[in-house]
């Protein structure tokens, strides 16, 4: 998606060879108008899919997945990374190893929310390793509810997450594609000279 990669290009900011930090649109400030777009290719991409829930983890993945649920016309559910207190036992837990906090988290989703009934669209704000995506996935099984697919904003393909969850048969519709960070420079999967 051509305005994302710009504005990963000219307002994200590179902090390694590894982590991008896009906290001017995405991860702290919103730029809604972006997000809206985001959310619109999402629908576009999955309506065929007959999505009846989209699911992400709270925080970051939020903004894009609202308005994806906006745009496909269906409910949002985001996992909770810290049980609240008005959470009863009635919950999926799944666990899940933070990329960028170094630490493991349980992600919990009211089991009122989910049903086998469900046809279920996954975002995320990054794919990295995969475990936040493997994590929801488990939640999803749990609910014994079916994975459409997994829309990602920001895909750092030069780890391994695609490879996992393709290899385990999901589609995954990443909407910027990082081939590398290196020397503090964003380079485009798609941008590579063959
Ligand atoms: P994974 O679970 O795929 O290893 O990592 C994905 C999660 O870690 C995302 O939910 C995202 O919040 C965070 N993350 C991974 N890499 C980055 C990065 O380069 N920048 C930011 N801002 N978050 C990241």
């Known amino acids: 998606m051509e305005r994302l990669k710009q ?3 000219e307002r994200g900011n590179v902090l390694s060879d590894e982590v991008l930090k896009v906290d001017t ?3 702290h400030q919103v730029d809604v108008n972006l997000m809206s777009a985001v959310g619109e290719e999402f629908a576009r991409l999955f309506k065929a ?3 009846t829930k989209v699911l992400t983890i709270e925080s970051s993945g939020i903004a894009p ?3 994806a649920a906006s745009s496909l016309g269906t409910t949002l559910i985001f996992a909770r990374k810290k049980k ?5 036992e009635n919950v999926f837990v799944s666990k899940v ?5 170094r630490e493991t988290n349980e992600i919990t989703v009211s089991k009122d929310f989910l049903s086998k009934n469900d046809t279920v669209l996954i975002i995320d704000d990054f794919l990295a ?3 936040a995506a493997l994590g929801l996935i488990d939640i999803v099984h749990q609910a014994s509810a079916k994975v459409a697919g997994l829309g990602i904003v920001i895909e750092k393909s030069f780890q391994d997450g695609r490879k996992q969850l393709v290899e385990k048969g999901y589609r995954v519709e990443s ?3 990082i081939h590398s960070l290196e020397n503090g420079r964003v380079t485009f999967v798609d941008e590579l000279v063959t």
């Open 129 to 131: 390793n995969g475990q």
């Open 175 to 177: 909407l910027a594609r």
């Open 25 to 27: 649109f995405l991860n």
């Open 65 to 67: 997945s609202f308005m």
């Open 84 to 88: 609240s207190l008005t959470m009863n």
């Open 97 to 101: 190893y933070s990329f960028t906090k």
């Open 49 to 51: 899919e007959g999505i």
């Open 7 to 9: 504005a990963i290009r």
